[in-house]
């Protein structure tokens, strides 16, 4: 666009001033009326804008300039005769063709009528004034070349059958003798054929410059287009790839070195492919094959491996894979079209979503924590429940029996046995209580461990002592060994107590009547092992995992045959880990179960806290932040 600017420079006390004048568009008003002539359908493109607005502007030029010679010429030369009114008439015609273009936005149906005007126009000067040797004759070349600027093949050889026709058709008339004569002129026939042949070539030099113009404006746009695709393939984060129908890439933009940490022009033709998971490599060509042979978007999740693949060829280093998406759509373009009407290139989008799913992850171990923490309370209240409602309603009972004494006429003896039965079902309640409380302590990391050094041997032999009469009541045979020579531990006596007690008891209520539980405590490295084994009902495989789970029982029904709570194990467990052991549990069912405590022998130099897993497993059950607060209360 043409602007005047003018610049006004000087200096003042030694420094440089500027000055510089607003640019003045003299032709914007212009430039802006014939961008409102654009029909709307045109704008869509720059190109195709920039052709609406050539033709519409040249048109409107040439009748314009008409228009204003038209007076002068009149004033010159008088009346006009029949010619130089068709020729006037002729030059303002494109005044119409420009107005058609504007409403219409038919580009090509425009060409062909200002195509048709220039032929007529010529073939009728032609034909006036001698035919095919007239000085309008060389116009006839210009007619295709006019053309040309439509960019269309049909219409550039529908002007030269017509350029063809209107030279034979002239030649013919000639021959035949139908021409008339040609009117007499000032200037000789030479000069007129010049004249007619110098203007033909002006006004195919300006075609011809316009049709350069475009030419160089249409690949300035490709290149800008280009340009920017390129621009935003080199700054995107997500990997964009072009794929054959085999999966092959033929093209991959430079993201795709950030993403898979490998030069992009290694994962060109089935360098892609070969560092998706194996496990995931179907689905990956089954979502290529799917865009390509129907047409849609498809996406699907795969592994993708990170780093050189020469790496897991020398065994230096472990392959690491990370989930990425894929978006992938056919190529819309008839150059990649089949004979069967699909494309056969998909171009795909790929993004890193490893985050997304480490999030998903998480979200799905939330929920099933959620759901484990659930069915603990749904546990926790069958079970305590069940254990306090056996005893309160004895204590309720017999204590209302001793009220009325005097009614029911009670002897000593009665009332004796009354008072023992109070007493024993007080003290369930209080070994529920305490196992809750401990487990409570364990897992807000209150209890502290007293290290001291002892003969693991009488503790062991004592614990089994007090044992002995359960298991005789229960009928099962009870065995202890006890390596001689056993080194003292430096651990909590308190602590390993209970845990034997804990142990042993399960073991002899689990088992059945002829059955067996022995106790085993040896060395083994540097380590001490307290094995706990009995024949008795054993474990389901699919409930050992749970097992140490607070109010967790293998069997959990109602009318289960075996009281308790199911908090023995995980005290056990958390006093074990305070400890820095381990406990390992082995079991079938209707075979019996195998306990197993390895403990450091200088347990107070590796103590530690629970670890995460038994405080994560314990921190769901808010009954025990409830008893914390009832404890505190109290």
Known sequence: MPRLTVQVRGRRGGDRVAIELRSIAFLEPVHAYVEALVHPSARAELLVVARHRAFIRTRLF??????GIMPVHFAVRGAPTT?????????????????????????????????????????????????????????????????????????VMATIGLSIAILLGLWGVGAAGWLPPPPQSQLDTSTLYLLGTLSAALY????????????????????????????????????????????????????????????????LGHGLFEHVHVADRPAFLTAILDAAMRGRSVSVEYRLRRGSLASEDNGSAEPTFFWVEMCCRAVEQGSSESSHGTSCEVVAVTRDISRHKADALELEAARA?????NQAKSRFLATVSHELRTPLNAIIGFSEMLTCERTM??????????????HDSGQHLLAVVNGILDVSRIESGHIDIMPESFAIGPLVESCCEMMMLRAEQAGVRFKVEIAPD??????????????????ISNAIKFTDRDGSVEVWVCAEGGELLLIVTDTGIGIAENDLSQLGDPFFQACSS???????????????????????????????????????VRLPRDCGRVAKAPSPGVVERLKPYSVFSEIQRVKRSA
């Open 83 to 155: 010619l130089e009114t068709i020729v006037f008439a002729w030059l303002v015609s494109p005044l119409l063709v420009a107005w058609y273009l504007s409403r219409t936005g038919a580009y090509e149906r425009a060409h062909l009528l200002s195509a048709g005007m220039l032929a007529g126009i010529v073939t009728f000067v032609a034909g006036a004034t001698g035919g095919i040797t007239s000085f309008a004759a060389p116009w006839i070349a210009v007619v295709p070349l006019e053309a040309a600027l439509s960019t269309s093949r049909r219409m």
């Open 409 to 422: 006429d009670l002897d000593a003896e009665r009332r004796q046995d009354y008072a023992r039965l109070i």
């Open 486 to 503: 056993l080194p003292e531990v430096i651990a909590d006596k308190r602590a390993l107590r209970q845990v034997l007690i804990n142990l």
């Open 62 to 67: 040439g009748g314009l300039v008409a228009l």
């Open 558 to 596: 109602y009318d289960r045959p075996y009281e308790g709570t199911g908090l023995g194990l995980s005290v056990v467990k958390g006093l074990v880990e305070l400890h820095g052991g381990q406990l390992e549990i082995k079991s079938r069912l209707g075979v019996g179960t195998r306990v197993v």
């Open 369 to 373: 924590e959620a759901e484990r923490a």
């Open 204 to 267: 195919a030099g300006a075609i011809a410059l316009g049709a350069g113009a475009l030419a160089r404006l249409g690949e300035r746009v490709k290149l800008l287009g280009e340009a920017r695709y390129h621009l935003l393939t080199q700054n995107m984060t997500d990997v964009i790839t072009r794929h054959g129908r085999n999966g092959a890439v033929t093209f991959v933009s430079p993201a795709a070195e950030r993403l898979v940490g490998v030069p992009a022009a290694q994962l």
